[in-house]
Structure formats: C-alpha cells, structure tokens
C-alpha cells in the first residue's frame, strides 16, 4: 500500500519560515519523480517546486528564490524549505510521487501565512 505523508505545516507569521516534510512508503522512492504542489481556498491546485529522480530541480515563479525543494533517497523523504513566506503562500500543501505509468497523493498539510 501506497502512502505520502506530509508533516511540519502550520501558522507562521509574513517573512516567516517552515520546512515540510513528506515520508513516501509502499515504493521504490528513489525512482519517483517528486513534486510539492499547493491548493489554496477557491483555486486550483498547482506545482510549487518538483525534483527528478536524478535530483534535477524547478519551481513556480513565485517560489523561486524562496523556497527549496530537496530529497533524501535512503529516508524515502522529501523536503520543502519555504523562507520568507508571505500571505499569499497560504494553501493545503500535497506531495505527489509520479512516474509515467501513473502518480500518487498524500492528504496534505495546511500552511497559513498571517499575522
């Protein structure tokens, strides 16, 4: 059985930091292109940062500069690193696992930016 568990969301204040985290179990993790993406309330759901199985990087405009995706292959682990987080980065943050042949979800984890 498949399963992303996402953790380390939570209320920070504007120009605050957190970092997430998302244990993958059930596949064979180092072979799985992983991607951070975000919902916020009344839009859709979108990519904020995504890292190859070969470690290769890339990010939404609004992340770059600001945020840092990274991965542990031996912890079955992926990282978001969100600095300077503003308002406008609050959503229910997912991680997904994809290969060609088809992808997977974790429930998610809010993060709301305020004062």
């Known amino acids: 059985q498949v399963q992303l568990v996402e953790c380390g969301g939570g209320l920070v204040q504007p120009g605050g930091s957190l970092r997430l985290s998302c244990v993958a179990s059930?596949?064979?993790?180092?072979?799985?292109?992983m991607g951070w993406y975000r919902q916020a309330s009344g839009k859709q759901r979108e990519l904020v940062a995504g890292?190859?199985?070969?470690?290769?990087?890339n990010y939404a405009e609004s992340a770059k500069g600001r945020f840092t995706i990274s991965r542990d292959n031996a912890k079955n682990t992926v990282y978001l690193q969100m600095d300077s987080l503003k308002p406008d980065d609050t959503a229910v943050y997912y991680c997904?696992?994809?290969?060609?042949?088809?992808?997977?979800w974790g429930q998610g984890t809010q993060v709301t930016v305020s004062s």
């Open positions: 997904n696992a994809a290969l060609l042949r088809g992808d997977y």
């Open positions: 059930g596949i064979t993790f180092s072979i799985y292109n």
């Open positions: 890292i190859s199985s070969g470690g290769s990087t």
